[in-house]
C-alpha cells in the first residue's frame, strides 16, 4: 500500500514508520524545512508541501491513502479554518481529480466536537454540539472528509482523537506542582493514535465513518494528578473546583470553556474493529515518564 501522510509530525512520523516496518510505501509531507529534515530522519521519503497550495500537492506522488494529519499549529479558528476547511477541500480534490486518485482519506479530528456533557459518556453516536469557533471547523472539516471525498469516489473515514500524549508530551509538572481543576481527561498514547489509524488504513475499517481514537479509562484530573503525584514520590498538588477556576479574573473566554467542559469518551467502537492499545490506560502510558522522573529527580 502507498500511503501517503499530509502533516506528517508528532503522530504522522510515528504512523510512517509503522507503516513502513509493515513494508508499505509511506511519503510524508510537511510545510517547514525543519519537518521535511524530521521526516528525513525518521526514514520516509519526504516532500515540502503547504496543503493549501494545489500548486504545491501536484508535487506529492499518487498514493492508495492519503492521511490528513496537518495542524493549524494550536492558532485561532482563522487558522484553523484555513488548513482544515480550505486545505482538506483542497487536498481531496487535488488528489480525487487524479488519474489515479487515492481508494481512502482518513482525516485525523478530535473529541472536541462533542462540546458539554457534564462528564457524560459520548461514543459514535453521539450528535455533535462544538462549543468554540475552532471545534465548529472541526465539524465542517469532517462533513468535508466523508462528503466531498465521496464526491470524488474516495471513502473517508474520521479519526476523533483525545488529548494525545507520549514522549516529549507528558507534561508532568503541570499536574505535580498543580493547581489542578476537577473535570475528566480522555487520552490516548501517540504510538496507539498512529496504530489505530495505521489498522484502519490495513484492515480496511471504517470506511464512511467517525471512529474515537481513545484509551480505555478516562479519568477525573483530580484522580490523575494524585495517582501521579503518588508514582512520583510527590505530595499531592492543590486542587480547585470549576467554580474556584471559573471565578479567576484572568481566565480567558477560551479556558473558560474548556473548564465548563466534561464528559468520558468511549472507545468501543475501536475496541469492536480490532485494535488492541499498547497502552490501554494512563498507567501503562505514564510508566516510562514516571521512571524517568525518578531517575532524574524533580
Known sequence: MNVVILGCGYVGLKLGRQLRERGHEVVGVRRSADGIEAVQRAGLEAVQADVTDPDDLDRVPDADAVVFAASSGGRGADAARRVYVDGLRTTIEGFGSRSSPPERLVYTSSTGVY???????????TPLE???????????????????????????????????????????????????????????????????????????LARDEAVLVVDDEPVSKWEFADWLATECGEDPPE????????????????????????????????????????????????????????????
Open 115 to 125: 462540546g458539554d456533557h457534564g462528564g457524560d459518556w459520548v461514543d459514535e453516536e
Open 130 to 204: 462544538p462549543t468554540t469557533e475552532k471545534t465548529e471547523v472541526l465539524v465542517e472539516a469532517e462533513r468535508i472528509a466523508r462528503e466531498t471525498a465521496a464526491d470524488y469516489g474516495i471513502d473517508g473515514t474520521v479519526a476523533r482523537y483525545a488529548g494525545l500524549y507520549g514522549p516529549d508530551r507528558y507534561r508532568l509538572e503541570r499536574y505535580i506542582e498543580g493547581p489542578v481543576t476537577e473535570g475528566y481527561l480522555n487520552m490516548v498514547h501517540r504510538d496507539d493514535a498512529a496504530g489505530a489509524v495505521r489498522d484502519l488504513l490495513e484492515e480496511d
Open 239 to 298: 486542587k480547585r473546583t470549576k467554580e474556584e477556576r471559573l471565578a479567576e479574573a484572568d481566565l480567558s473566554e477560551a479556558a473558560r470553556r474548556r473548564v465548563q467542559t466534561s464528559k468520558r469518551c468511549s472507545n468501543d467502537r475501536l475496541r469492536a474493529l480490532g485494535y488492541d492499545p499498547a497502552y490501554p490506560t494512563f498507567k501503562a502510558g505514564y510508566a516510562a515518564a514516571v521512571d524517568e522522573y525518578l531517575a532524574d529527580g524533580p
